[in-house]
């Protein structure tokens, strides 16, 4: 599970390069059989313009969107990229500067305005970046591609046009929602954001947008909050990237990296600063577990704690026996991962970007089990009664119950990130597998998958290839959980076709077959596969 390379060459630095779009769908060359099920579409999003004009993007999570497409047809594959025309991207060719702050960069102000109409935008408040390059999800009949603020971009899954900008705060109270939703099989779908809660304090809202509706009413505008969780520091929530969901339970997770909203709303405008700058750890709190009932929606105020972990992914959580088993890909310590992800960190030479990595958190696949049925007699006894964990919780004598996890996997800078599972019949249930890009020193170089009840682990890998989150797709036919195949798009700098999708047998990730184009792709985050 551990790479077997090392990248001398520097090929990764490929991968953060800015590309040109397409006019049309390049043919790609297939080795190998494509199998038959596959029909539709592979979606991914990522960066791909990384500085206008003269001006640089600085942070792994600035360059604006572009989405990418792979096409099956008959056994032939194309591929096919635009970049999405959100208000930040279009603003951006217009004026030929970053005129949008993103995450990392900060955009002057349009040096054309004299001082009064400056000082007088400075009021008119932050305006908040819809550069979606981070997911695209279903939301009933309508794809949305979406990063993390309150804005997600309306896209045409087929041309790869952009339809509209859409804004959750006027459906919802929240300041932003995740890009990782929850999606039933019904197609409704959940997802979290802070929000002001009672008496000016800050909470997480679940939000609930229901499937399609009958008299095709666009259901975003029937999205409500279903149950809400306190934070920790009235004005300082956590960042939260995805959460857990099993079948009658949402897991929240708030970790010790916080936003100073007071930093985000008053110094931004006047002092140049950005998105990365209103991060900041809470040294002390160590990582709060929340849980809630579904259906209806209930907080169940119970004090879980564990140590301080940096937390993105979420693999899966379901209900074992009076527990909340909860799989989640981990970061020790409490300081912030994205401090690491600088454009600059990512570009450097392999051995300063080893010597960078020895510093971060240190990446963990760690399982927590949450009792639920908690007696408070039973202080300083273990509380999980799991036969197959030995993940434990304590109750202390301020009621608070401790949580020690069990540690799936641990490979030194080695991490098991971007996870992916058999969604669509293990979601919120006990499973066996998970899939995930392996970051060897936060470069990806190889495709992971690891058998979550024996350890067990398989790994894809070849020199110099860089390759992305890998989507499970089930075979029609399959029986087992890993009956199916994994979709996974790599950059290969010095191939003659310098980028491929491929396509792995999820038993044991061998290779089935690839189609590979002649032009070169920029990393990509998340997407989907739309049959």
């Known amino acids: 599970m551990v790479s077997r390379f090392e990248h001398p060459a520097g090929g990764y630095k490929k991968i953060f390069e800015t590309c040109e779009e397409l006019a049309e769908p390049l043919p790609a060359t297939v080795t190998g059989r494509i199998p ?64 949008i702050t993103e995450f990392g960069t900060f955009a002057y102000p349009d040096p054309c305005k004299n001082i009064f109409s400056r000082f007088f935008s400075y009021f008119k408040g932050v305006e908040v970046t819809d550069n979606c390059l981070v997911n695209v999800y279903p939301i009933g009949e309508d794809y949305y591609a979406v990063t993390e603020t309150n804005y997600l971009t309306k896209v045409d899954t087929d041309s790869l046009e952009t339809l509209k900008k859409v804004d959750m705060c006027n459906y919802v109270n929240i300041n932003g929602v995740t890009a990782h939703p929850h999606i039933e099989q019904d197609g409704t779908v959940y997802n979290i954001g802070n929000c002001m809660g009672k008496g000016a304090t800050l909470a997480y809202n679940i939000v609930m947008t229901p499937p399609t509706q009958k ?42 990296v916080k936003i100073n909203l007071l930093k985000f709303l008053s110094a931004w405008s006047i002092r140049g600063s950005n998105y990365m700058d209103c991060f900041e750890s809470n040294e002390s709190q160590g990582t709060l577990f929340h849980i809630a009932k579904k259906n209806p929606g209930e907080y169940i105020d119970h004090k879980f704690k564990g140590a301080p972990i940096g937390m993105f992914h979420h693999i899966n959580t379901y209900e074992d026996q009076g527990f909340i088993v909860t799989d989640v890909c981990g970061w020790k310590g409490f300081e912030f991962v994205y401090n690491y992800l600088w454009l600059a960190n990512l570009r450097a030479n392999w051995e300063e970007v080893k010597k960078a990595a020895m510093m971060a958190p240190q990446p963990e696949v760690r399982r927590y089990v949450i009792p639920l049925d908690i ?16 993940a434990t919780a304590t109750m202390h004598a301020d009621g608070t119950i401790w949580l020690e996890p069990e540690v799936l996997f641990s490979g030194p800078r ?118």
């Open 36 to 99: 038959p099920f596959l029909k539709g579409s592979l979606l991914r999003l990522g960066p791909g313009l990384f500085e206008v004009g003269d001006e640089p993007f600085y942070h792994l999570f600035d360059g604006q969107a572009l989405m990418h497409k792979f096409d099956f047809k008959n056994g032939q594959v194309t591929y096919f990229r635009k970049f999405v025309r959100t208000d930040a991207y279009v603003r951006a060719m217009t004026e030929k500067r970053v005129v």
């Open 215 to 256: 008299d095709k009413s666009d259901p975003i505008t029937k999205s409500k909050v279903v149950v809400q969780f306190p934070s920790a520091e009235r004005f300082k929530p956590s960042y939260v990237h995805s959460f857990g969901m099993s079948e009658n339970y949402f897991v929240f997770v708030e970790t010790p």
């Open 375 to 390: 007696h408070k007699e039973e202080q300083g006894k273990n509380l999980v009664s799991l036969p197959y964990t030995t």
């Open 414 to 531: 080695q991490a098991f990130e971007f996870p992916q599972i058999n969604y669509g019949k293990y979601a919120g249930k006990n499973y066996s597998y998970a899939y995930a890009l392996g970051l060897n020193h936060f470069i990806p170089d190889r495709i992971v998958k690891l058998n979550v009840r024996t350890k067990e682990t398989w790994v894809w890998q070849e020199p110099d290839s860089y390759p992305s989150e890998p989507l499970f797709i089930q075979s029609p036919d399959g029986v087992d959980e890993d009956d199916g195949v994994l979709l996974t798009i790599v950059v290969a700098p010095g191939a003659q076709r310098p980028g491929y999708l491929l396509i792995l047998n999820a038993k044991d990730l061998s290779e089935i077959a690839r189609a590979e184009v002649e032009c070169t792709m920029p990393v990509t985050f998340h997407g989907m596969y739309k049959p």
